[in-house]
């Protein structure tokens, strides 16, 4: 499987995506922030394949590359293309993503968010 990404992948660093995270976390919205959390703990698991690992890498770089085809600051739409990359990862990495990178990801999300609707998290979790 060709990666699409790859070119996004020397972006990505544990600090520069948790700081991207913290940074923009209301302006990207629970769902932008919860795929991208299911990804990176999916990638920190050893069970995870590197052709795999490879693949988030670049969907986590675009992720946090200042310039992608909608840009961040843009007021409502600007995390769309994001939202919709970081859903493309999820599903092709579904097998991935178990019950511990899940409990991992909320976690984080209520460190971050606090109390959150986890009806929010949903539509997320039905693509797993």
């Given at each position: 499987?060709k990666?699409?990404?790859?070119?996004?992948?020397?972006f990505?660093?544990?600090?520069?995506?948790?700081?991207?995270?913290?940074n923009?976390?209301?302006?990207?919205?629970i769902?932008?922030v919860?795929?991208?959390?299911?990804?990176?703990?999916?990638?920190t698991?050893?069970?995870?394949?590197?052709?795999?690992?490879?693949?988030?890498?670049?969907?986590?770089?675009y992720f946090i590359?200042?310039?992608?085809a909608?840009p961040?600051l843009?007021?409502?739409?600007?995390?769309?293309?994001?939202?919709g990359?970081?859903?493309?990862?999820?599903?092709?990495?579904?097998?991935?993503?178990?019950?511990?990178?899940?409990?991992?990801?909320?976690?984080k999300?209520?460190?971050?968010?606090?109390?959150y609707?986890?009806d929010?998290l949903?539509?997320?979790?039905?693509q797993?």
């Amino acid at each position: 499987m060709k990666n699409p990404f790859k070119k996004y992948a020397d972006f990505f660093s544990e600090n520069s995506l948790l700081g991207k995270i913290k940074n923009y976390f209301q302006q990207a919205g629970i769902k932008v922030v919860y795929s991208a959390l299911l990804l990176y703990y999916a990638f920190t698991r050893k069970e995870t394949p590197v052709w795999a690992k490879n693949i988030i890498l670049g969907i986590l770089g675009y992720f946090i590359a200042p310039i992608d085809a909608l840009p961040d600051l843009t007021p409502l739409i600007g995390y769309t293309d994001d939202l919709g990359v970081l859903s493309f990862g999820l599903v092709t990495l579904a097998c991935y993503i178990n019950q511990e990178v899940r409990g991992k990801a909320k976690s984080k999300l209520k460190d971050w968010f606090g109390e959150y609707n986890e009806d929010d998290l949903a539509e997320i979790d039905a693509q797993l």
